[in-house]
């Protein structure tokens, strides 16, 4: 007799214990009530088995695989720069053109952006740049940026372009038809999405003749405020003209003349001007991020 203390330990392998032949050491299934032990190799396979059924491995393909590179060079927009002077006279007046050249096959929204620094003085007070509309951010007490035109223009698809007095039905006739249109208003709803809905969709702030309208380009030109109608209840494309070119080029901001910006270096300058030109995507409608925005000498 044992008792509880002395007696030896039973085996704790359940009745329905299978062993791998000799040697195999390691590799035991145990099967009992409580399911299935499964040795180290039995389980990697197992687990390997599982993650192949999950990231669809087991899959059978029914084509070949086809990979293709594309490599994105240079820019979508090319800007050229004329008519800044190496020297001047306090007092002088220069004008400026800066033409943004559209590289892409679609409408390419695009504005003008100017800074100007004076190292050895001050700068706010002592420029003025006639440019239409646009906005003065003083940066600090040597270094202005200017934004130069409103929440565009429009660069038209490179190759098109269109004169200032075009009919939008003309323009429909040419390009009305092209597969970037649906692009063309996500950008903006993407980008100014008050203005999407105040201009385009559902457009409460356009005109009937545009909020009827079912043409994206005569919603998408009456939103960069490229167009206008002396009849805006009507919806016929006819009746809406261009009131600046929708080119491939476009100088800023020379609207309908295209013949660029005046800058006034006021008489009391004294030193250097360092100008830099560049051209990016607008800010949304009534620049909100530019809060000196205005119309006139900025």
């Given at each position: 007799?044992?008792?509880?203390c002395?007696?030896?330990?039973?085996p704790?392998?359940?009745?329905?214990?299978?062993?791998?032949r000799l040697?195999?050491?390691?590799?035991?299934?145990?099967?009992?009530?409580?399911?299935?032990?499964?040795g180290?190799r039995?389980t990697?396979f197992v687990v390997v088995l599982?993650?192949?059924?999950?990231v669809g491995?087991l899959?059978?393909t029914?084509?070949?695989?086809?990979?293709?590179d594309v490599?994105?060079?240079?820019?979508a927009?090319?800007?050229?720069?004329?008519?800044?002077?190496?020297?001047?006279?306090p007092g002088?007046?220069?004008r400026v053109?800066a033409?943004?050249?559209?590289?892409?096959?679609?409408?390419?929204?695009?504005?003008?952006?100017?800074?100007v620094?004076?190292?050895?003085?001050?700068t706010?007070?002592?420029?003025?740049v006639?440019a239409g509309?646009?906005?003065e951010?003083?940066v600090?007490?040597?270094r202005l940026?200017?934004?130069i035109?409103?929440?565009?223009?429009?660069?038209?698809?490179?190759?098109?372009?269109?004169?200032?007095?075009s009919?939008?039905?003309?323009?429909?006739?040419?390009?009305?038809?092209?597969e970037?249109w649906?692009?063309?208003l996500?950008?903006?709803?993407?980008?100014d999405?008050?203005?999407?809905?105040?201009?385009?969709?559902p457009g409460?702030?356009?005109?009937?003749g545009?909020?009827?309208?079912?043409?994206?380009?005569l919603?998408?030109?009456?939103?960069y405020?490229m167009?206008?109608s002396?009849?805006?209840?009507?919806?016929n494309l006819?009746?809406w003209?261009?009131?600046t070119?929708?080119?491939?080029?476009?100088?800023a901001f020379?609207?309908?003349a295209q013949?660029?910006?005046?800058?006034e270096?006021h008489?009391?300058?004294?030193?250097?001007l360092?100008f830099?030109f560049?051209?990016e995507?607008?800010?949304g409608l009534?620049i909100?991020?530019?809060?000196?925005?205005t119309?006139?000498p900025l």
């Amino acid at each position: 007799m044992h008792d509880a203390c002395t007696r030896p330990g039973y085996p704790r392998e359940p009745r329905w214990a299978i062993r791998t032949r000799l040697g195999e050491a390691g590799e035991v299934r145990t099967m009992g009530r409580n399911g299935i032990k499964l040795g180290p190799r039995a389980t990697i396979f197992v687990v390997v088995l599982l993650a192949a059924s999950a990231v669809g491995i087991l899959t059978p393909t029914l084509s070949n695989t086809v990979s293709k590179d594309v490599q994105v060079t240079g820019f979508a927009v090319t800007l050229t720069v004329d008519g800044v002077p190496d020297s001047v006279a306090p007092g002088d007046i220069f004008r400026v053109t800066a033409a943004m050249a559209n590289n892409a096959n679609r409408p390419v929204p695009a504005v003008l952006r100017m800074e100007v620094r004076n190292p050895n003085t001050t700068t706010p007070s002592e420029l003025t740049v006639y440019a239409g509309c646009g906005a003065e951010e003083v940066v600090s007490g040597t270094r202005l940026i200017y934004y130069i035109g409103w929440h565009g223009p429009l660069l038209a698809p490179k190759g098109a372009s269109f004169a200032v007095g075009s009919t939008v039905a003309a323009v429909d006739a040419a390009i009305g038809t092209a597969e970037y249109w649906p692009s063309v208003l996500h950008e903006i709803q993407d980008r100014d999405p008050a203005g999407y809905v105040s201009l385009v969709d559902p457009g409460r702030n356009a005109s009937a003749g545009v909020r009827n309208s079912g043409s994206a380009l005569l919603k998408v030109l009456n939103y960069y405020a490229m167009v206008a109608s002396k009849n805006n209840e009507s919806s016929n494309l006819a009746d809406w003209t261009l009131t600046t070119v929708f080119a491939d080029r476009f100088i800023a901001f020379g609207g309908g003349a295209q013949d660029g910006f005046l800058v006034e270096v006021h008489p009391q300058i004294r030193g250097s001007l360092s100008f830099k030109f560049w051209a990016e995507r607008p800010d949304g409608l009534g620049i909100p991020h530019h809060p000196t925005y205005t119309c006139g000498p900025l």
